[in-house]
């Protein structure tokens, strides 16, 4: 969710990834591709996770881990310098499986991205002053 949202709001100025520490080749679940569909218009359903070994993490600016254990591997197995790791605590509404965990999610994703955004147009602006 967070992906394809930073993906449509950044269109043409930044590319955007998706990646798991686990990740399968999974689509995404039903649940998700309607929400995302429903409320952002975005399809999904063409969607397949991937693993963050198949990214070279090096080409990213930032990189956006989901929780704070997994800012750990990125840092820790992965070498990502601690600087380029944004650090969310979102919880996966897969575990749950509710519609309303589907909703809470998704609104939490939508708060931090306009924030994290929001913090990199500051400093590219600052940056170039």
Do not use: N
């Not at 197995?77 to 909703?103: L, S």
Request: hydrophobic letters at 40%; a neutral charge; glycine letters at 6%.
């Amino acid at each position: 969710m967070a992906a394809s949202l930073a993906a449509a709001e950044l269109a043409g100025m930044a590319e955007v990834s998706s990646a798991g520490v686990e990740a399968w080749g999974q689509p995404a679940s039903p649940k998700t591709i309607a929400l995302m569909r429903r409320k952002h218009g975005i399809d999904l359903s063409s969607h397949r996770s991937r693993d963050i070994e198949d990214l070279k993490l090096a080409h990213f600016d930032y990189i956006l881990a989901m929780k704070p254990e997994y800012a750990k591997r990125l840092t820790r197995y992965f070498r990502v310098p601690t600087e380029k790791i944004a650090i969310w605590d979102v919880d996966d509404p897969f575990i749950e499986g509710t519609d309303v965990a589907y909703e809470t999610c998704l609104a939490q994703i939508e708060r931090l991205l306009t924030g994290f955004l929001k913090g990199i147009r500051s400093k590219q602006r600052s940056d170039r002053h």
